[in-house]
């Protein structure tokens, strides 16, 4: 029914960038939100940032200032602009969507992750 694609993930060097792009398809009538989560070896998974369908858009603490999430409605696609990376920063990242279905019913959908890994 509902997919969702993330890619962008990679190896970088402290203090760089990385952006990475989630695109959901399938018989969607509408989104409602979508945020990027985080999970490091060992930890609990943790929410990055979150952007609803009304542009609304909230940070962790930890990645105020260095990250953005930005969404283009059209594609069904959001991004996260990951700049000055910290080595704590490396985590599988997972993208979450959160809307209606063509079918009126309710949808909630994880990706299938993608690995950031900072390097000191």
């Known amino acids: 029914q509902v997919q969702l694609v993330e890619s962008g993930g990679g190896l970088v060097q402290a203090g760089g960038s990385l952006r990475l792009s989630c695109a959901a398809s399938?018989?969607?009538?509408?989104?409602?939100?979508m945020d990027w989560y985080r999970q490091a070896p060992g930890k609990q998974r943790e929410l990055v940032a979150g952007?609803?369908?009304?542009?609304?858009?909230n940070y962790a603490d930890s990645v105020k200032g260095r990250f953005t999430i930005s969404r283009d409605s059209a594609k069904n696609t959001v991004y996260l602009q990951m700049n000055s990376l910290k080595v704590e920063d490396t985590a599988v990242y997972y993208c979450?969507?959160?809307?209606?279905?063509?079918?009126?019913?309710?949808?909630?959908?994880w990706g299938q992750g993608t690995l950031v890994t900072v390097s000191s």
């Open positions: 979450n969507a959160r809307g209606l279905l063509a079918t009126m019913r309710f949808f909630e959908r």
């Open positions: 399938g018989s969607i009538l509408g989104i409602d939100a």
């Open positions: 952007l609803s369908s009304g542009g609304s858009t």
